[in-house]
């Protein structure tokens, strides 16, 4: 083997900066606003799920873009979720197509207090909005109808048709949204040029050893499965308990399973580092440069960390118990759920085998559902991916881009049927702080990275419809 001292500086060169979107500012900033008052909650129990909300964010979408309205084709999917297409002219060419989700997660009541301003609030305050969704994911479903509303104003007419699909239950799954479009374009026969969904962003000081900051485009994303464990025992009093209860039993599963993680697998990290490692100390370089060599060692930092740990392996998370009712009472029945996200190269199957032979117990039983298998991997030299990237680097040529794996689970994953170039970026800056906000307490977004990202799309769509 040949030892590699260094990575080249692979990131594009680009020589025209982004052109900035002829905006109202003001009034644009106040339609995002107004998009985060609307309580669009997605909860585990979809009967929980507010029509006036999301019929109340469709209406304040009609009238705050009318020319979207007027010129492109548009309508629901399963009552709650949108989709328009803006007619390309030239049928040759295959349509682009642009996804947000309109739901967000509800606000845990015992942080509620925690937040300064009203999670529904949308204010205003000091340059940042703040509200449920302005991250996660009103801000590129709002800066998508921005962007298309001025073009229109414009007169934009596309060579390549441009579809926009936002689902409504992206939080839970998307079953009823995303899912339910990708059935209505397969009958419809279409197929798309590339697809474009939240799920990467500009990260700063996330990565390790790179001080500039980060365009993570997901290129993939990790599978899901949940396995409920099982152990039934005749029950009766504690006071005279069996050697082992069905807690007990079940307890010990839990164990070997914790103690059966997966192998490891670097190429994913490999094929990110790879891309921004010019920018990285020496230090680093050299092992990533020459795995062959110093794989073990790297290995190990990255399973010392959760975050980069899930990098490169399928995971295993433990996630929910149910034993007796009483304290006092041995269970008949003992249950668990364990949560793994897997891992493109596992499956489903492979999966709930490793389980079952790590648990090693015929008292234990092993059921899957809610299910979604790992994507695969959507190439780098796609048309879609170079305007992707080079539009990020059109808006700031200090801002370094490079592929990922993501680690939860979008509404692209309904795609694949429909394209072969899938990938997962929004426009907003995450750094140690912001991304506790995902999801998290105080969710917020400055006016500038809105604006940004308005831009941003401003000129993807331009470049998309050619």
């Known amino acids: ?40 909650i997605s909860y585990d129990d979809p009967s929980r799920l507010s029509p006036e909300a999301f019929l109340g964010l469709h209406e304040h979408i009609r009238a705050s873009f009318p020319l979207v309205h007027q010129q492109a084709e548009h309508y629901t999917i399963n009552q709650y979720s949108l989709v328009y297409h803006i007619k390309g002219s030239n049928p040759a060419l295959k349509p682009a197509l642009f996804m947000g989700h309109m739901d967000v997660v509800p606000v845990d009541e015992g942080t509620a207090e925690q937040w300064k301003q009203a999670p529904f609030s949308g204010a205003i305050v000091d ?17 998508l109808l921005e ?44 197929s798309f040029e590339f697809v474009l969904d939240e799920g990467g962003a500009i990260t700063d000081g996330l990565m390790k050893g790179v001080e500039q900051p980060v365009a993570m485009v997901g290129v ?6 949940n396995l409920r464990l099982t152990v039934a025992s005749e029950g009766g009093h504690s006071s005279q308990p069996p050697d082992h209860t069905a807690a007990g039993v079940l307890s010990q599963a839990i164990v070997n399973i914790e103690n059966s ?29 020459n795995l062959w060599l110093f794989s073990p060692i790297v290995e190990q930092s990255m399973l010392s960390a959760p975050s980069s ?23 008949t029945i003992a249950s ?38 790992p994507s695969q991997l959507s190439p780098l030299n796609s048309t879609g991916y170079k305007l992707i990237e080079s539009n990020i680097r059109r808006m700031d040529d200090n801002v370094l881009v490079a592929p990922y794996l993501v680690m939860g689970g979008t509404d692209a994953k309904h795609f694949y049927g429909l394209s072969d170039n899938v990938y997962r970026f929004m426009m907003v800056r ?7 906000r995902f999801h998290g307490v105080n969710e917020q977004l400055a006016v500038n990275d809105y604006l940004q990202a308005v831009s941003y799309f401003y000129s993807l769509l331009a470049d998309a419809g050619e």
Do not use: C
């Open 430 to 436: 995450l750094d140690k702080e912001s991304l506790k």
């Open 1 to 40: 083997m040949n030892t590699l001292l260094s990575f080249e500086d692979t990131q594009l060169q680009v020589d025209s900066p982004l052109p900035k979107a002829p905006l109202n500012e003001d009034a644009a900033v106040a339609r995002f606003a107004k998009a985060i008052q609307f309580e669009t």
């Open 220 to 225: 993939a994303e990790k599978g899901f499965v």
């Open 309 to 331: 740990a899930a990098g490169i392996r399928t995971t295993i998370a433990a996630t929910m118990l149910e034993g007796s009712s009483k304290s006092n009472i041995l269970p």
């Open 127 to 143: 340059d940042v909005v703040w509200g449920r969704g302005t991250i996660d994911d009103k801000v590129t479903v709002m800066a």
């Open 261 to 289: 993680q997966f192998d490891t697998n670097l190429s994913y990290s490999y094929n990110t580092f790879s891309h921004v490692a010019a920018y990285a100390p020496l230090s680093l370089q050299l092992p990533m440069a």
């Open 147 to 190: 962007a298309m509303e001025t073009r229109l104003r414009e007169g934009f007419s596309p060579q390549r048709s441009i579809y926009f699909a936002f689902g409504h239950d992206e939080e839970i799954g998307g079953k009823q949204g995303a899912a339910k479009i990708a059935e209505h374009f397969e009958q419809q026969g279409l």
């Open 336 to 373: 668990a759920v364990v949560n793994v996200r897997i891992l493109p190269g596992d499956s489903i199957a492979s999966v709930k085998q490793h389980i079952v032979e790590a648990i090693d117990d015929s008292r234990v039983s092993v059921e899957t559902f809610m299910e979604n298998e």
